[in-house]
């Protein structure tokens, strides 16, 4: 259960970078 939830925290925190860089990069 504990894997569940931090894979969806990793998934949540890559997806949040990933959505900063494109505004940086813009």
């Not at 259960?1 to 813009?26: G, K, P, R, Y």
């Amino acid at each position: 259960m504990s894997l569940l939830i931090a894979f969806l925290v990793w998934n949540v925190a890559s997806t949040s970078i990933d959505a900063s860089e494109c505004l940086t990069l813009e």
